[in-house]
C-alpha cells in the first residue's frame, strides 16, 4: 500500500471555450484569426480606440443559451456584463469584458462516462460570456502584441470541485468538448486553443473534513494534458505535505515536454481586478420563448447517440472512438437509421442500399464491421472533412461490409477497401467495383473452387499432409488452404475451401 | 421671426450668402479671439472644402440638407477629422482620429461644417476648463473669469458668435454650467439621446452628447438631427425628439428649494426668483417643493463618476497609441510614466479615487452603496414628477468664478456642480436658460428639468419665456 492511497485529490475545471461566431463579441471584425497577418482581423473596438463602444454579437449569445442547454442547465432571464481591469499589453482596454456578478447560464452538469463504463456526473457552477485577450510574442529586447484574437467570444465553463481521479478530470473535459462541438457552439480545435482549461487541485487524507490548499493549473490545451497535470499535481502536493511542508496557494503553468507543472505566481501577487458593471451594455433579458427559439434544433448529444449505439453490444472503446468526433457519429447512426433518420426496417434499409434481401440483423452484424473497421484505425489518419461531407457515405459502407458478410471478399481485402473509400481515385465507384479493380473478390462459386481443391489435392505434394490430417494433426489443413489460396491467386474463399477439403477428406 | 441657423440655411439655399462665406466668416472671428483661448485647432482647410462642396450642389440644383453651410465648432473629445482630437491632453496631442463620431457625421450629412475643435477640461474632468494641458479658457464676458467647464471653449465660441452652435458633452453638468457662466443656451440631453459612439468616454452610465446655442429654437434644431438610435452605441434610444412640439400653457413647475438655500449666490437665487415670475406671468403655476436626498446627490456623483472614469481611462497605456514615455525599462515603468506624463493632476485624482472605491473589501461600501443611493434619487425625481411637469433650480451656486480661485481646492470645485450633477445622475433632460445678469453684469442661468424624454418640451418652454421678454441679454 503506498502513502498515495491514504489521500484524495480535489479538483474543479474552469474551461475557457472560442464561440464559433463570424465575428467578435463586441466588434465586427472576422473571428477567425487562423493564420492571419498580426493586427489583421481588428476593428478599432478591438485596438481600444476612444470613443469606441461595445456592440454586443447576437449570435454568440444565441451560442452561449445552446451551450447552456448541452450543460443541462437553465438559462438566466436577465444576465449582465462586468469589466474586469488589469493592466496587460494585450488587453487593449485595460479590463476584459467578462460577466461577473450575473451569468448567462446557471448551475448544471455534465455526465462523463469513464472506461469501466460507469458514469462521473460533475456539477457546473455557472458558465459565463467573455471577451478574450490578444497575444504577446517575446522576442530579444522587445514583444509585439497581435490584438486578432482580442474580442473573440468565449464562455468560461466553471465545474464544482466534483472531480476526484486524473481519469475522471479527463473524462470530463473529453465529454465538455464532445457536448460543446456537438452542440456546434465552438469547432473545438484544440491546437488552435479553441478550448482550454484551468484545472484546480488540492489534495486531502481520506476522509479529512477540509480541502487542503489548492494549485491552479492554467492554460491546458489537451486532454491528456489535464491528466497529467492532475496526476503530477497530487503527487507532488501529496509529497509536500508527507515531508510536512505547506501547499502553496498559487498559479502553476504546465511543461509538456517535462510534463511537469512549474510555480507562475503565487496568491500574494493576486491582482484585484476592480470588478464593475458595464454601463456601455445594457443587460441581456429573455424570454422563456426567446430561449426555446434559440435552443430550437437542437443536435443529437453524445449521450444520446450512446444510446443509439448501445444495440450494438459493442465495447465501449469502439463507441467512445467514434463519438470522437461527431460527424462521424452522425455517420454511424445515419447508417444505422436512427434518431432523425428513419428507423431501421427490413424494406426501407434494402431500398436505401439497394441490397437484395438484406434483413435487419444482416444490417446490425454489418454495422459491428463498420464500427471495428474505424475503431481500428489511427483516429488522426482519417480524414474527417470527407467523414462529414458524403464522401464516405453510408451506401458504400453499408455494401462493403455487406461484401464481407456474403464472403465475397476477405477481412484483409475490406480494410484496404475501406481505406480507399478515402481516396479521391474511388469518389463515385461501389466497393463492388472497387474490390474487381484491384482483383480482390473472392471466388465463392463452389465448383470453381471445388476444381482448385481436387487439383491440390491430387498434387502428390500434397500427400504428406493429408496423412497428416488423417492422423489427427488437424493444423496441416492450413498447407491445404493455403495451396488452394496459392493456385487462386488469393482470391478463394478460404473458409469454403476449407470446407470442400474436409468434405474430400471424410468421403 | 427665423432663428439664426434657420436664416443662414435659408440664405445659402437661397444663395443670397455661401457656405464659404459663412466658413470664412466664423473662421476669421475665431483668429479675432484667440486671446480666449476657446478653440485648440481650426479645421479650415476640410472647412472650405466641404463649403464649396455643398455651394456647388446648391449651383447644380441638388437638394441639400436642413443645416446646409452651417458652421460649427466640435468640443475637442468628439472624434473628428481636419486636425487632432486632443481631449485637451497630453495623451491624446498627435491622436489623429481614423473615423468621426456618429453625431458628426450626422451633422455634417446635414450640410453643417465643422470649422474646429473647442479646448476642454483634460479628458472633461473639471468644472471652469483650466485643467486643459494646453491652457486655460476665458470667460466671454469677463477675461478674467473661467468659462466653466469642462465644455468652456464650445461655450465661448458660441457667445462670441463664432459659430451659431457648438458641441459640447455633458457628465455631470459640462454643457450647463458653462453655459450658465456665458450666457448661452445648452442642453444636457436624456441619457440615450445621441450617441456616444465616437466620442472620447468619461463616465460611461451618464456621459451625454449635447449643444450650445444662442436660441432655445437653434439647440432644439441641432439636437433633432444629434439624436437617434445608432447601432454602435447600444445605450442609445430610438429617435423621441420632436423639435416641433411646444410646452402648453398651465404647466406645473416645481422649484426644488435646496436648490435656493443658503450656500447660494444671492444674485443667483434673486435671478432665479425673477425668473419664477416670469414664469408665474406667463401663465404657468410654480411651487417650491423639497427633495432631501438632492444634498448627497454630489456625494454619489462623486464615486461613481470616478469609479467609471478609472475604468474608461484604463486603455491609455502608451502602447498602442497615445503618449508613450520613453526610454522605459520595464512594462511597469512604461505604464507608469506614460499615465504619469499624459495625464493631468485632476484625472489622476479620479483614477485613484475611482480605483479606491472599486477596490476590493469597498466596493460595497462606496460604489454599490452609491448605486443604492442613486435608485432612490431616481425614486425622488419620479414623484415629484407624478406632481409637476418641470423642475427648476439654478443651473450653479455662483456666477462665473475668477480664474485660479477653485484651482487648489478640488472639494470648493466639486460643489459648484451640485446642481447639475442630480439629473445627470437620472439620466434626465436638462436645459440651461439664460436668465438674467448678476450685480457685476455676469450672466446667470437657470436650469430647467424634465423627465426623460420630455427635451423638446422643456425647450420649448425656455424658447417660449425668451420671445415673450423679447430675450434676457
Known sequence: MSVYDDYEMTVGIECHVQLATKTKLFSPADNDARDAEPNSKTHPIDFGLPGMLPVLNKEAVRLAVRAGKALNAPIARVSRFDRKHYFYPDLPKGYQTSQMYQPIILAGYVDAPLDDGSTKRVRIEHAHMEEDAGKLTHHDGYSLVDLNRAGTPLIEIVSEPDIHSAAEAKAYVSELHKLMTYAGVTHGDLYHGNMRFDVNISVAKKGAAELGKRAEVKNLNSFRSVEKAAEYEFKRQVDLLERGEQVVQETRGWNDAKQITTSQRSKEDAQDYRYMPDADIPPIVLSDEEIADMQGNFPIMPGEFRDYFSVFGLDNSVVEYVLRDYRLAYLLLSTWGDGPWPRPQADLIRDGFEIEKYSLEEHKENMKRIFNWFASTPFEELDMEKVGNGFVGPRRLTRLAHLVHENKISSNSAREIFLSLFEESTIGKMPEEIAKERNLLQVSDESAVAAIVDEVMNDPASAASIADIKAGKDKAIGYLVGQVMKKSKGQANPSLAQRLIRERLRG | ?473
Open chain 2, 1 to 473: 421671426m427665423m432663428s439664426q441657423i434657420e436664416t443662414i440655411v435659408t440664405e445659402v439655399k437661397k444663395a443670397q450668402t455661401t457656405a464659404r462665406n459663412q466658413v470664412e466668416r466664423a473662421l476669421a472671428k475665431a483668429e479675432q479671439i484667440t486671446e480666449y483661448h476657446a478653440l485648440l485647432s481650426l479645421t479650415a482647410e476640410r472647412a472650405l472644402q466641404r463649403a464649396d462642396d455643398i455651394d456647388l450642389a446648391i449651383a447644380r440644383g441638388e437638394s441639400v440638407g436642413k443645416l446646409a453651410g452651417v458652421p460649427f465648432v466640435v468640443k475637442d473629445n468628439y472624434l473628428a477629422f481636419g486636425a487632432p482630437t486632443t481631449a485637451a491632453s497630453k495623451m491624446l496631442e498627435n491622436f489623429d482620429a481614423p473615423l468621426q463620431a456618429t453625431v458628426v457625421e450626422k451633422l455634417e450629412a446635414e450640410g453643417a461644417i465643422c470649422i474646429g475643435k473647442s479646448n476642454l477640461d483634460a479628458f472633461a474632468h473639471g468644472g471652469s476648463t483650466e485643467n486643459s494641458y494646453f491652457g486655460v479658457t476665458h470667460n466671454a464676458i469677463d477675461e478674467s473669469r473661467v468659462a466653466g467647464g469642462s465644455s468652456g471653449g464650445s461655450a465661448v465660441v458660441t457667445a462670441l458668435d463664432v459659430v451659431p452652435f457648438a458641441l459640447g458633452t455633458d457628465t455631470g453638468g459640462s454643457i450647463r454650467q458653462p453655459a450658465s457662466f456665458n450666457g448661452v443656451y445648452g442642453i444636457k440631453p436624456t441619457y440615450g439621446t445621441a450617441s456616444r459612439y465616437g466620442v472620447v468616454a468619461m463616465a460611461s452610465s451618464t456621459d451625454t452628447m449635447g449643444c450650445f446655442a444662442k436660441s432655445a429654437e437653434d439647440v432644439a434644431l441641432v439636437m433633432s438631427i444629434m439624436a437617434g438610435r445608432d447601432e454602435r452605441d447600444m445605450t442609445t434610444l430610438p429617435d423621441f425628439f420632436d423639435s416641433t412640439v411646444s410646452a402648453q400653457p398651465g404647466r406645473r413647475i416645481g422649484v426644488i428649494k435646496e436648490m435656493l438655500d443658503d450656500g447660494v449666490d444671492r444674485d443667483v437665487v434673486s435671478v432665479t426668483r425673477q425668473y419664477i415670475d416670469r414664469l408665474v406671468a406667463a401663465g404657468h403655476s410654480v411651487t417650491e417643493v423639497s427633495m432631501s436626498i438632492i444634498k448627497y446627490a454630489l456625494a454619489m456623483y462623486y464615486v461613481i463618476v470616478p469609479a467609471e472614469i478609472s475604468s474608461n481611462l484604463a486603455r491609455y497605456d502608451g502602447v498602442r497609441y497615445g503618449h508613450r514615455a520613453e526610454n522605459a525599462k520595464t512594462l511597469a515603468e512604461l505604464y507608469g510614466r506614460s499615465r504619469s506624463e499624459g495625464f493631468v493632476t485632476e484625472n489622476k485624482r479620479r483614477i485613484m479615487v475611482g480605483s479606491y472605491v472599486l477596490s476590493s473589501g469597498f466596493f460595497d461600501a462606496y460604489y454599490l452603496q452609491a448605486q443604492k443611493a442613486r435608485t432612490l434619487l431616481i425614486q425622488a425625481y419620479n414623484e415629484l414628477f407624478d406632481q409637476y411637469d418641470f423642475l427648476l433650480t439654478p443651473t450653479a451656486p455662483t456666477p462665473a468664478f475668477a480664474i485660479g480661485e477653485n484651482a487648489n481646492d478640488p472639494v470648493k470645485m466639486y460643489l459648484a456642480d451640485a446642481m447639475t450633477v442630480p439629473p445627470s445622475l437620472a439620466g434626465l433632460p436638462a436645459v440651461n436658460v439664460p436668465a438674467g445678469m448678476s450685480s457685476n453684469g455676469l450672466p446667470i442661468g437657470v436650469q430647467i428639468i424634465g423627465p426623460a424624454q420630455s427635451d423638446a418640451v422643456i425647450l420649448s418652454l425656455a424658447g417660449q419665456l425668451d420671445q415673450v421678454d423679447g430675450g434676457t441679454r
